[in-house]
């Protein structure tokens, strides 16, 4: 039985071992944000409400209400202008 002292030093001297070191590393993560757009939305076209009984003043105010929304300048353009510069400005901060 003089085996069991050495098995048991044995063990023991398994144990005795210095903890490895701790390592630090810093690591650059590239992640993607939502970038608020720069543009302001263009104010609505009011509604357009009662139609009066008389088809030519219904077809005057129809028609002034289709130029406020498709006309030159209208909601329709500022709205385009708007989208454009908020996919211009994304496209932007995209390529840095």
């Known amino acids: 039985m003089k085996l069991w002292p050495a098995f048991s030093l044995l063990l023991l001297a398994g144990c005795a071992h210095t903890p490895g070191g701790v390592e630090v590393k810093t690591v650059e993560v590239v992640k993607e944000v939502m970038v608020p757009c720069p543009a302001q939305a263009p104010a609505r076209p009011t509604p357009l409400g009662a139609l009066p009984d ?42 840095k």
């Open 54 to 95: 008389l088809a030519e003043d219904a077809l005057r105010i129809v028609s002034a209400k289709l130029l406020e929304y498709a006309g030159k300048g209208g909601y329709a353009d500022k709205a385009e202008d708007a989208i454009k510069l908020c996919a211009s400005a994304e496209a932007a901060t995209l390529s």
